[in-house]
């Protein structure tokens, strides 16, 4: 049997059936679904009610964060001393929508706070000396970092020496020497005893804000709303949506959805969003327009949308995103044809087990995004790389259980800068370093990564007959929302299935298809994009299917279809 899309399928390990069924008997659902449950951790009643009804009432107490009782009496002094304070954070969606949210909450107690993004190509990531100086002539005394910072050891002695004070709040692995910061806020900090590690930038923004309020008889719901800002982060920066950060992208898509802020209302209007919002709106619809923004002009018109106070104002710059969101999409287009040409043209190409290229014209603002293309047409750690007023920096891309921070963490000793996250980094070198850079960071990774981790695959949670396909089992698998890495979507799988003769192709290459399950004679329906070419070799005949489950509105009607999202076929 031939895959379509050449994936492996990797199946879940299915749970012994005595967990099954008592949890099945517990909270009365089928084995299927217990099933998924357990393969997430939810074993019992308790872990399922946190799960199904997450409650803002369960966020950890911020205090528990390292350095978070330092922060708050800093920004306290900073208010009743009147203090200049500047926000500052990347360029990027959860550094903006943390920016925007920082800078709004200490407007609305303190009249003295200004924010700053960094320009992608002038100043490049993290806090730079640029902004620093600017502070400095500003007469601001106190900086608060967001979404970086836990890296600017040198940027943050300068700022001192100019009499400013830090609070970083960033959520990206500390080096071995931390900055000289007043107060770090980064749950994955050695000794940090914070419960939960995998904030998103603006998560741990949002936990300052949360602080500060609980210190000092903020109404709580005067801080809800700002939720809308950390599930935005969390969507768009592919952190996992588990514990704490499933408990904030549930209340921010809800707040989204019933009583948005003005410029998350006009990005989502922008993104042609109509229905209820969810996460995969968030990661395909809003972020790539506020990513867009620093990608191709300044990602301050991304916070100028998102503080915007107007419906109209916000709209404004809405069109802005949305036009640069336009040119992103054609420059990524041509620059990825580019970059796979020159992956080609490497000597033995075919051997290697990552990618580096470098072309010096290349567009800054979506090298990653390329980075990302050049993965789905090989699948290897990749690093885009282009140069900057003579620097070449560049963005890493990672497959599948492969920590490509980790990788060039062990390349530190050619690089001028890095950082980043397992899946996605990034990282800076001088010219004459390139060639040195390649060697060694192929070294490593051909070192590390697994034969499994070499090839592309699919997560299929378990075998089942289309007889679980129903509107019951579908209103339950709706209710495991938001899906994310640790809590994805759940996919299945099905053999003994006929391609029925009506099945065809509609749209631009898509297929529409009439499955049926031999074993039980049940037929549904189901869609696979840009698998029109796939229709012969599969009419009329038997395949194995892998897919989930969604619903299809026509017409004002809704039914359920089946997403398939690969075939497995006799050639």
Not at 69 to 97: P, W
Not at 182 to 192: G, M
Not at 234 to 244: H, K, L, Q, R, S
Request: one cysteine or more; proline letters at 4%.
């Amino acid at each position: 049997m031939k895959s379509f899309f050449n994936l492996l399928w990797r199946f879940q390990a299915l749970p012994e059936a005595q967990l099954i069924a008592a949890l099945s008997r517990d909270i009365n659902v089928n084995d299927m679904l217990a099933t998924l449950l357990i393969q997430r951790g939810i074993t019992n009643y308790a872990k399922a009610k946190e799960y199904f009804r997450p409650d803002i009432a369960m966020l950890h107490d911020p205090f528990l964060m390292s350095d978070m009782d330092i922060a708050v009496a800093r920004l306290n002094k900073a208010i009743e001393n009147n203090e200049k304070i500047l926000v500052y954070g990347d360029y990027d969606v959860d550094g903006t929508t943390a920016v925007a949210m920082m800078y709004l909450f200490i407007k609305s107690i303190h009249p003295h706070v200004e924010y700053y993004i960094p320009d992608r190509y002038a100043e490049g990531y993290g806090l730079s000396r640029l902004s620093i100086d600017y502070a400095a002539t500003q007469g601001i005394s106190l900086m608060i970092t967001l979404d970086c910072g836990i890296k600017s050891t040198e940027n943050i002695k300068y700022g001192n020496e100019k009499g400013i004070d830090f609070i970083v709040c960033d959520h990206h692995t500390p080096g071995l020497e931390l900055p000289p910061a007043l107060a770090i806020l980064d749950p994955k900090k050695s000794h940090c005893k914070y419960p939960y590690k995998e904030l998103s930038g603006c998560g741990v923004g949002f936990k300052l804000i949360q602080a500060y309020s609980t210190s000092h008889g903020i109404a709580w719901d005067k801080v809800v709303p700002f939720i809308e800002f950390a599930a935005i982060s969390i969507g768009a920066d592919i952190v996992p949506i588990t514990g704490e950060n499933r408990i904030l992208t549930h209340w921010g898509i809800k707040i989204i959805n019933d009583n948005p802020s003005p410029g998350v209302l006009a990005i989502t209007r922008a993104a042609g969003i109509k229905k209820s919002l969810n996460i995969h709106h968030v990661v395909f619809g809003l972020a790539p327009r506020i990513n867009a923004a620093g990608r191709i002009g300044h990602g301050s018109a991304a916070v100028k949308m998102l503080i915007s106070p107007t419906a109209d104002e916000a709209e404004q710059y809405a069109n802005i995103l949305n036009d640069n969101n336009s040119s992103r999409k054609d420059l990524d287009s041509h620059i990825a044809e580019e970059a796979i040409a020159l992956i080609e043209a490497q000597p033995d190409f075919k051997n290697l087990k990552s990618s580096v290229i470098c072309k010096p014209d290349w567009h800054k603002g979506v090298i990653g995004i390329v980075a990302s293309r050049c993965i789905e047409k090989y699948y290897r750690p990749t690093i885009v790389l282009t140069e900057t007023h003579g620097i070449l920096s560049g963005s890493a891309r990672s497959v599948a259980g492969f920590d490509v921070y980790h990788a060039i963490e062990q390349c530190a000793d050619v690089l001028l800068q890095y950082g980043g996250h397992m899946y996605a980094a990034g990282l800076t070198l001088e010219k004459h370093n390139l060639e040195l850079f390649k060697q060694k960071f192929e070294q490593v990774v051909s070192a590390t990564i697994t034969k499994e981790q070499q090839s592309a695959s699919i997560q299929v949670d378990m075998e089942v007959p289309f007889s679980y396909v129903n509107t019951k089992c579908f209103d339950i698998i709706k209710q495991m929302e938001p899906f994310g890495p640790g809590n994805m979507t759940p996919i299945f799988c099905t053999r003994h299935v006929l391609v029925l003769p009506k099945s065809g192709v509609v749209g631009n290459n898509h297929l529409k298809l009439y499955l049926k399950d031999t074993n039980s004679g049940i037929v549904l329906d189901g869609v696979m994009w840009e698998a029109g070419h796939l229709l012969p070799k599969i009419l009329n005949k038997h395949v194995e299917i892998a897919y989930s489950i969604q619903e299809n509105e026509y017409r004002g009607n809704v039914t359920l279809q089946l997403l398939v999202r690969d075939i497995m076929y006799k050639e």
